[in-house]
């Protein structure tokens, strides 16, 4: 499970599927639902648990038990377009319009395989399209506490994605917000069980020997539901998005492109599964 592209606050949700449509990665969820934890759910509905570090989650079992109490039915995409609630901050929504204005502006002809699969080209129709259908509304919520910075809540929306004060408190670049922003607009797929992710090894460890942290925050990754084991899940498909941007942006400065590879490879280190990894990569030398 997880909730945290960056160790952020992301909610997961049924098991995750390799996907077979030619555009969005959207396949067919085929959860097996068990009976409802209904105190879990009331748990998660007063405000949701933490993992010890900075994320919020819960579990697939309770994922697929809120699915089926809730009656989310799979839906199709929706109608472009989304709102902010009234108690999310001028300053949030002057950020995140700007984020997203900055993502719309995007400019490129290609893209890698995965990409096209997932988002389509690299330009900010296809990006501004994969994200309106998807969000349909955006408000302000804990995240279960801590450093979460953003989140996904199932149970309650699963078109809707929720924001900390830690959205704007973070030092970071445009584009990784942005990586923050798609992460979470996976994780609104019903029909893919929300993309849950995978727990992180202990000890968790990158080719230097050192403890994996999250860029975010800094937490420490091992043991905490923090990584995918699928190109097509939030991290992996965030992680895409951010390598075709650093190869194929067209009007993008060396600034962004220098961002977006540099959060791109360290995303890249969520990725666990070996086959998952060797897929991205050989994707990404097309």
Known sequence: MVRAA???????????SRAASPFDGAGSAGVEVPKP??????????GGRQSGADLYYFSKEEAAAAKKKFGFAVKGPRKPGFTFDKDVPADIQKQMAADLAF?????????TALHRKIFGKVNGADYTKFFETRVSAIGMNSCGGGNAVACVIPFR?????????NFIRFSHPQVSRMMVV???SRH????????SHATCPTPFRDANGKDMKSIWTGAMLAGEPACDETPLGSYGSSTIMLKNIAKYCLNCTDKVKMDAGLYADDQM?????????REMQEDFKK
């Open 269 to 277: 280190g969520r990725i666990i599964d070996a086959d998952a990894k």
């Open 103 to 111: 993502i719309k502006g995007i400019a490129g002809e290609t893209a």
């Open 6 to 16: 960056f160790a952020l606050g992301f909610i997961l949700a049924a098991a995750s």
């Open 188 to 195: 609104t797929e019903t029909q893919n069980g929300n993309w």
């Open 182 to 184: 798609f992460h979470e």
């Open 157 to 165: 929306d699963p078109s809707k994605m929720w924001l900390t004060q």
């Open 37 to 46: 934890n209904l105190e879990a759910l009331q748990e998660a509905a007063a």
